[in-house]
């Protein structure tokens, strides 16, 4: 017999497969595999001390403060640890559970189990003189080439922009921003360009909008949410779909000291919100983005990026563009030139907690990561 330890970052479901488990043996095991976190706010101390002899019952555990079992504070935070298949046979116990446990247990039953999801790669094109990193910016002489490129080193979506989002960027007319993207659309209608890849106006201009989607444009980038309903109203005409990202302030004051009292929390509300409106509308296919970089410190950054499997309970795909952004010149100094490698680790990081399309500048680069990434995941 001989014996070597293997990394618990697997994917166990091709190991299992590999070594010739049955599907429904592997099912079972798979949902053992993995302790998920929950942190739990704000939760009745009666409640947490139900909930961690429950979780104790079952194998699993809760984290609670020392003081939590004599209920000195009326109510407590906590941090619930579970494998999936825990967390299934403990949501059933505290249905039957007081004092708000039975909510809980219908929030916790709401979170999807972990899977592979596909991953898009959406390149950015702008159509602006001040976009935040100068390669990234196009006219319509040029534009063509690029795409055409872009789609060649592997991306699925092609985002286009006229008008710059960077911290302190001051909004042009409706009419200004149209004049800037309305050539680059008629060549990709011209050309066809539909034909090889999904594509995406940057935009919250109900004028620009309307006519990039009646050009065979799919998706509306719109980092206000649907704040106009102009832009719902157009949205909805076309059956698009529709980025909701999330900002705090304007860009021009987004990031003057932005505050939460959670981000994660408030982000989360923010989304519901958006969504309920986009429901409103007609909206039905959306995609969430957590607005790296607009309105949020270093830290909240990282906590979206670390957490954001969170966000997979709506039941909308994530996407994340962190690509060359100012946060990786607060953790190592460096150029928006010199910032490939930290957006290719913050990205790969998002996909590995749930997101799955990455917005980016450097297409090629990506590609070849992301296909690394999913070997290594594939493999044992």
């Known amino acids: 017999m001989e014996l070597y330890k293997i990394s618990n970052d697997i994917s166990l479901d091709v190991f299992l497969q590999k070594l010739g488990t049955t599907k429904e043996g592997s099912k079972i095991l798979c949902a053992k595999s993995k302790v998920e976190f929950f942190y739990i706010k704000n939760l009745r101390t009666p409640a947490a001390n139900i909930l961690k002899q429950d979780a104790l019952s079952l194998g699993a555990d809760l984290a609670v403060p020392k003081n939590c079992v004599t209920c ?158 102009e832009v719902a109203k157009v949205a909805s005409r076309y059956n698009a779909t529709v980025v909701i990202m999330h900002k705090l302030g304007s860009t021009k004051d987004m990031q003057k000291n932005p505050t939460y009292d959670d981000v994660m929390l408030d982000v989360d509300d923010f989304f519901k919100q958006r969504i309920e409106i986009a429901d409103e509308f007609g909206i039905k296919n959306i995609i969430l983005d957590v607005g790296i970089g607009f309105g949020k410190t270093l830290g909240h950054n990282l906590s979206l990026i670390k957490n954001m499997e969170h966000f997979l309970h709506f039941g909308f795909p994530i996407l994340v563009g962190a690509s060359r952004k100012s946060m990786i010149d607060m953790i190592t100094p460096s150029l928006v030139e010199n910032r490939l490698a930290g957006s290719l680790t913050l990205h790969l990081e998002a996909l590995r907690n749930g997101a799955s399309i990455v917005r980016v500048h450097d297409v090629k680069e990506h590609f070849q990561a992301i296909k690394v990434q999913n070997a290594l995941e594939g493999s044992f």
């Not at 046979?89 to 007081?98: D, N, T």
């Not at 916790?108 to 702008?126: C, D, E, Y």
């Not at 699925?156 to 309305?182: A, C, L, Q, W, Y």
């Open 72 to 229: 000195e504070e009326k109510y407590t935070d906590a941090l619930l640890m579970a494998t999936a298949d825990q967390l299934h046979k403990l949501s059933k116990k505290e249905k039957i559970q007081p004092f708000g446990l039975k909510e809980l247990s219908e929030k916790i039953s709401k979170f999807p189990a972990r899977k592979k999801r596909k991953t898009q790669i959406m390149g950015v094109l702008n159509a602006n003189e001040d976009s935040f990193f100068s390669k990234s910016r196009f006219n319509h002489n040029n534009a063509e080439a690029k795409i055409e490129n872009m789609i060649e080193e592997g991306a699925n979506i092609i985002d286009i922009g006229g008008v710059s989002s960077r911290p302190g960027s001051t909004p042009v007319s409706g009419d200004e921003e149209f004049n800037r993207v309305k050539d680059i659309i008629d060549t990709v209608y011209k050309k066809n360009l539909f034909k090889y890849a999904q594509f995406s106006l940057d935009s919250y201009s109900p004028k620009s909008l309307d006519y990039a989607l009646n050009k065979g444009f799919s998706i509306v980038n719109d980092i206000t949410a649907l704040q106009d309903k």
